[in-house]
C-alpha cells in the first residue's frame, strides 16, 4: 500500500494550466518591466521587480498548493481496527400443518413463535430483522429492518388459518426465499444468517443444493429444531383454520409428524451453522445470542486503512502565502 496518495486524481488536471498561467504572468511583467526603463531611472525599476517578482513568487507557490490541496493528498496511517456493528437476520419459521402437532405444548407453532419473540426481544438494537414463511412454498412476510414492532406483529399473524393452503414442507423453498431477503449490495460489509424453525420434515425439495448455496454465499444457518422423535398426530384443517379430525396417509392410516433431526444437523453441518435442542424457549435463545455475538464479531473484525489528510495544512499554507503578498505590495511601493 503506497504510504502517499491523491484522493482526487482528477484535479490534477489543474496543473497544466496553473503552470501555463505562472508563464504567462511571468512574461508580463518582464514586458512591464522593459517598458518602464523609458519612465524611471535603473535604481526605481530595480526596487519595482524586486518587489513585483516576490509578489508573483508567492501568489504563484498558494496557487500551486491551492491546485494540490484539490487533488487532495493524503498519507497512509496504518491499520485500524472495525469496531463490531449489527448484521442481517432472516427468521425462517415453518408453518405446514405439522407445525401444529402437539408434542411440544401447546404447539410446535406456538412454540417457534415464543421462540422468534424472545430472540427477537434480546437481538442488538444494530441488526436488521426480516422473516420468512413457508410450507409448500416460501414467502417473504416481512423485509429487513430495525423496526421490531413490526416484524412482532407479523410473526403474531402465524395462526392456523394461515396454513390451509401449506400443507407440505419444503424446506429449500424456506431457505431460498431467506437467502433472497438476504441478498446485498457488493461492497456493503454486514453479514447475513439465516436462524430456521422447523420440525425438519421435508417432502423431496432439494434443501441440499439451497445449503451449499448458502455455504457458498457465506450465510451460516442456525437451527432450532421443533418437535420430538416420537412424534404426534398431525391435525386436519378446515377452510376456516379449524382442526377436523387428523391426516392419514396414502395406506388409511393416521399420519404421524416426528422430528427429523438429521435433516436439520445435515442443513447446519453445510453451512456453518448450528443446531439448539429446544428447551424451554430461552435457553435456547440464550445459546444462539452467544454465537450471535461471535458471529458479529468475525464479520466485523476487519483492519480498514486509515489516511490523514494533507490539503487542510497546504490550503493553510497557501493562505498564509497569499496574506504575505498582500503585505509586501505598500512595503516594496513605498521606497
Known sequence: MPTIELANPKAAWLLPVWFLVALLTFWGLRRKRRAMTFWLPPEGVNAWWRGASGQWLLFVLATLLFSLALMRPRWFAGKVPVP???VDIVLCIDVSHSMLCE????????FAQTLAANLLARLSADDRVGLVVFGGSGFPLCPLTHDR???M??????????MVYNPTTYLAEGLQTALRLLKRPSGNPRGGVIVLISDGEDQGS????VAKRCAKEGVPVFVIPVGTVTGALVPN?????KVNGYKRDAKGNIAISRLNLETLQGI???TGGKVYMPYD??????????????????????RVAQWREIFPLLLFVGVLLLLAETFLTPRWQGR
Open 84 to 86: 463490531a456493528q449489527g
Open 149 to 151: 414492532a413490526i416484524v
Open 237 to 241: 384443517l378446515t377452510e376456516q383454520g
Open 206 to 209: 432439494d434443501w441440499q443444493g
Open 103 to 110: 408434542d411440544i405444548k401447546p404447539s410446535r407453532l406456538e
Open 281 to 302: 424457549g430461552v435457553r435456547e435463545v440464550g445459546q444462539l445470542l452467544s454465537d450471535l455475538t461471535t458471529y458479529r464479531r468475525q464479520v466485523w473484525t476487519k
Open 268 to 270: 447446519a453441518r453445510q
Open 153 to 162: 406483529t407479523y410473526l403474531s399473524l402465524l395462526e392456523p388459518s394461515v
